[in-house]
C-alpha cells in the first residue's frame, strides 16, 4: 500500500476538523474516517462518544500532515481493530495514548507503518494479551 495515491475529482484539503458542533449519534466503526486528509494538520475527537467503537483500522491512514494527536479522551474499551490506523502518517510525531483502554484488541498489524517521524513511543500501558495479530506494527 505505500505509496499508492488515488486519483480523485479534487484534492483533500480539510485542514482542521472540529466536531463540537455536530450532533452525532454512537458510533460503532471508525474504519477509514480520516484516511487520506493528507493536508488534515489539526483533529479534536473529544465531542465523539466512541464508547461502542469495535474498529479504528485506517482511521487516520495517509494523514501526511498530521503531527500530533491526542486520543487521550477517547473510550475505547470496546475496540477490537487497531490495525492500519496511523499507516502512512508520515509527519506525525506525538500521540497521546494516556488512558487509550487496549484490552479488547484482537489486531494491531501494520498499527504504525511508514510513521517514520515517530521517534519514541510508549507503548507500555498497551494490554496485548488478547492481540492475535501484532505483525508490522
Known amino acids: 500500500m505505500?505509496?499508492?495515491?488515488?486519483?480523485?475529482?479534487?484534492?483533500?484539503?480539510?485542514?482542521?476538523?472540529?466536531l463540537s458542533a455536530c450532533d452525532i449519534p454512537r458510533l460503532r466503526d471508525l474504519s477509514y474516517m480520516f484516511y487520506g486528509c493528507w493536508d488534515l494538520v489539526a483533529v479534536d475527537?473529544?465531542?465523539l462518544d466512541v464508547s461502542e467503537v469495535t474498529t479504528m483500522k485506517f482511521?487516520?491512514?495517509e494523514c501526511l500532515s498530521l503531527k500530533s494527536l491526542d486520543l487521550s479522551g477517547l473510550d475505547t474499551s470496546k475496540v477490537k481493530d487497531l490495525s492500519w490506523m496511523f499507516h502512512e502518517?508520515?509527519?506525525l510525531l506525538r500521540i497521546d495514548f494516556r488512558?487509550?483502554?487496549?484490552?479488547?484488541?484482537?489486531?494491531?498489524?501494520?498499527?504504525f507503518?511508514?510513521?517514520?517521524?515517530?521517534?519514541?513511543?510508549d507503548l507500555s500501558m498497551f494490554d496485548t494479551s488478547r492481540v492475535k495479530d501484532m505483525s508490522c506494527i
Not at 479534487?10 to 472540529?18: A, F, L, M
Not at 488512558?99 to 498499527?111: A, G, P
Open 2 to 18: 505505500s505509496g499508492l495515491r488515488f486519483n480523485r475529482p479534487y484534492p483533500n484539503t480539510i485542514k482542521s476538523v472540529n
Open 45 to 47: 475527537l473529544s465531542p
Open 59 to 61: 482511521m487516520f491512514g
Open 89 to 91: 502518517c508520515c509527519n
Open 99 to 111: 488512558n487509550f483502554d487496549t484490552l479488547m484488541v484482537e489486531d494491531m498489524s501494520w498499527m
Open 113 to 121: 507503518s511508514l510513521c517514520h517521524s515517530l521517534a519514541t513511543l
